[in-house]
């Protein structure tokens, strides 16, 4: 067999094969757990063998050596407000859009499924604004940033490493219009597990819900809180007090690649990577924001000029990676695969995630993380200010 059914539960889902086929013999369907996978129609498929020289995980993409290391905060409060950590996302993509440029990330449609979507205007931003902890959607996005990039504009495309390294392989080749930026990524759950687990938060709340929101700062700032909405109704709470983002916090739910990710490593793919600073009390504890701090790898030549482009919108200090992946450790390593992973996804099926998160092997609160966060904010400022 010459085409990337070899691949098996390596396959990392970013979709490059389908859209490179020159047969479009490949469809990506959903497994049983509802994470993507290729299927070839054996009867057009010519064994080119094109699926496989460009799949990110079957060939090798360039890497970076050794990145420049930042903590960094943009100096627009009220757009970190909204962001996940330090708010990085948008002042390199407003920079790109001023440029007369595209970006491309990860948006929620209609139905809360996170897909990978084009934006062009700046009031467009705040849908990529935000983590959403599930496997993006790339279908058809890589021939849209190619048709983008020949037609001479300038792109940004933003993902996980592995969507990084699949656009890299789908192009083949560097185009000097195109930046990329991926995040440091724990892991993704599948879309299926997470639309059960909208349709079971809606239940409660008495109404379908409208937003999702997986790093809400309005309770506790820069925090693992989340906020699901209806339109009159709202629920918020810490992360690991959820099942859904507790299985995912204790990497129960990921895609089997990714507990064998060749991205989860120094060695980045992108020009530019953006994470959570976590730690950054320890190392730089002058530089600690409530709003939240970014962790930013500059990784490339490209990425170092976009970086200098936007430094008079930032606050910034250099640090190094060593301090950096104390507290991140899928900056050196993936995700270690938890034995309950095989059997976590046989627990629910659709409509049925209220006796899934009822489970153990779902949901276990540690007591001393439930007591840590019932301490209210104010006493932790307290705290801190005495250290
Ligand atoms: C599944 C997942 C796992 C992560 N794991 C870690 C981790 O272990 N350690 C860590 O420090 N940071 C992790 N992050 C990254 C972190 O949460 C922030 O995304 C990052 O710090 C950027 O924040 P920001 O404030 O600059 O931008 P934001 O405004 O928050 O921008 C979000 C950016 O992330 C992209 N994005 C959002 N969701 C997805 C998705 N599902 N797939 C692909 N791209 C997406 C958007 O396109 C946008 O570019 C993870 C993010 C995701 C989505």
């Known amino acids: ?52 020289k460009h799949c990110p995980i079957l060939t090798d993409v360039s890497r970076c050596n050794i990145p ?83 037609n001479g504009k300038e792109v940004l495309f933003s993902g996980t490493g592995c969507q990084a390294a699949g656009l890299r392989s789908f192009l083949g080749k560097d185009y000097g219009n195109l930046l990329i930026t991926d995040i440091v990524c724990h892991g993704v759950p599948s879309p299926k597990l997470f639309k059960n687990y909208i349709d079971y938060m809606g239940k409660k709340l008495g109404g379908t819900l409208t937003s999702y929101n997986f790093r809400s700062k309005e309770k506790r700032g820069w925090d693992l809180y989340y906020k699901a909405e209806n339109g009159q109704k709202s629920k918020s709470d810490y992360g690991f007090f959820d099942p859904y983002y507790s299985a995912f916090l204790y990497c129960k739910t990921y895609r089997e690649s990714c507990y064998e990710c060749k991205f989860a490593n120094k060695n980045r793919v992108s020009d530019i990577t953006l994470a959570d600073y976590w730690g950054i009390q320890k190392f730089h504890p002058e530089f600690f924001d409530e709003n939240g701090v970014s962790l930013v790898l500059v990784n490339t030549e490209k990425g170092k000029k976009y970086l200098e482009k936007i430094k008079d919108k930032l606050e910034i200090i250099e640090s190094d990676y060593n301090k950096a992946s104390v507290m991140n450790a899928n900056l050196v390593h993936p995700s270690k695969r938890p034995s309950c992973r095989d059997s976590i996804y046989d627990g629910f099926d659709c409509g049925n995630f209220e006796t899934y998160a009822k489970t153990k092997l779902a949901f276990k609160i540690n007591p001393k993380t439930k007591i840590k966060k019932m301490i209210p904010l104010g006493v932790k400022r307290f705290l801190r200010k005495l250290r």
């Open 1 to 52: 067999m010459n085409n990337i059914m070899q691949l098996g539960k390596s396959c990392c889902g970013c979709s490059g094969c389908e859209q490179i086929c020159p047969k479009n013999c490949i469809s990506m369907k959903p497994d049983h757990e509802g994470f993507l996978y290729p299927e070839v129609d054996e009867s057009i498929c010519i064994e080119c063998g094109i699926c496989i």
């Open 68 to 150: 420049k290391v930042y903590a960094a905060k943009y100096k627009d409060r009220g757009s970190t407000f909204k962001s996940t950590s330090g708010g990085l996302f948008i002042p390199i993509a407003k920079s790109v859009l001023s440029m007369g440029g595209v970006v491309f990330g990860c948006a929620y449609d209609e139905n809360l499924v996170a897909k990978h979507i084009k934006v062009e205007t700046e009031d467009g931003l705040y849908r990529l604004q935000s983590s959403k902890y599930v496997q993006s959607d790339t279908r058809g996005i890589y021939k849209q940033v190619k048709t983008e990039l020949e």
